[in-house]
């Protein structure tokens, strides 16, 4: 996103968002509104910790719903750039939570975009969503009216993970900001988790195809070896004319069947690997 494209989108008279750097906000830095439940935050890490270690596959849920439980959200969501991004489709929300769970796996333009801004700036910020936003989008949902948006990347893939409220003007502190980063934070370890794991279950998967390949070459070597010698007894003339027609016009193919069998058995089977 260009400079003057921030510029706008920054803007709620033009497009309903309004996204202000936390480091430079002054109103938000003085709130001071929530009692921490140290037992409920307790409870909310344990969650994440099991997920990471028994499910790592619901890992991105299990961390908007403990931004909703320990932050006090009315919603909550991950977002992360498409790899078949265009400017039509460029974040997809991979995790929803609350008001906004009926929004999973949806996707959301390059502009106008809070997650955008928040990616260039690189820092956590305070942001509101008009109507004028959701007009623009077509789509009907509650405004948020008070938020935080924080940056997370993973080599080369990057995203947002964000709260929001739907009514209350002011809703969360700094408190709240330091507990989703280290959210944002788990977001970030979680995407690398999953894709570790799905490499692995790719690396499995291709060594149980190779396995399967090996096999399947045993069984086919040994009636590719019978064919092979009714087909030289007919070249021989032992079977007719007919035959020996045949067996002259099929030979050349059913020894090149044999050579490809005979290298697919010399294949190893580690020796294949994804790409």
């Known amino acids: 996103m260009n400079a003057e494209m921030s510029s706008v989108a920054s803007s709620a008279e033009d497009t309903g968002l309004e996204v202000v750097d936390l480091r430079s906000d002054a109103a938000f830095a003085t709130r001071q509104l929530h009692t921490r439940d140290?037992?409920?935050?307790?409870?909310?890490?344990?969650?994440?910790?099991?997920?990471?270690v028994e499910s790592p596959d619901t890992i991105l849920q299990e961390l908007v719903n403990a931004a909703v439980d320990l932050c006090g959200a009315d919603s909550a969501g991950?977002?992360?750039?498409?790899?078949?991004?265009?400017?039509?489709?460029?974040?997809h929300w991979v995790a929803t939570a609350g008001a906004y769970a009926g929004f999973l796996n949806a996707t959301l333009p390059r502009y106008p975009s809070a997650c955008g801004i928040c990616l260039e700036r690189g820092h956590p910020q305070h942001f509101r969503v008009g109507q004028p936003f959701f007009d623009l989008l077509g789509v009907e949902a509650p405004t948020a009216t008070d938020g935080i948006l924080l940056p997370w990347q993973v080599e080369e893939t990057c995203g947002t993970i964000w709260i929001v409220a739907h009514g209350r003007t002011e809703a969360f502190d700094r408190?709240?900001?330091?507990?989703m980063q280290m959210l944002a934070d788990f977001a970030a370890m979680g995407v690398r988790q999953q894709r570790q794991q799905k490499m692995l279950l790719e690396q499995a998967s291709t060594a149980a195809a190779a396995s399967m390949a090996n096999d399947l070459a045993h069984k086919i070597n040994n009636p590719l070896q019978s064919l092979t010698n009714v087909v030289y007894l007919a070249a021989e003339g032992e079977s007719g004319g007919d035959a020996k027609a045949l067996a002259q016009e099929l030979s050349e193919h059913v020894e090149r069947l044999s050579v490809l069998s005979g290298e697919l058995l010399a294949l190893p089977v580690h020796a294949v690997r994804p790409k």
């Open 175 to 179: 408190e709240d900001c330091r507990m």
């Open 78 to 91: 991950i977002s992360i750039e498409k790899e078949d991004k265009s400017d039509e489709n460029f974040y």
């Open 38 to 52: 140290v037992g409920m935050q307790m409870e909310g890490m344990r969650r994440l910790a099991h997920a990471f």
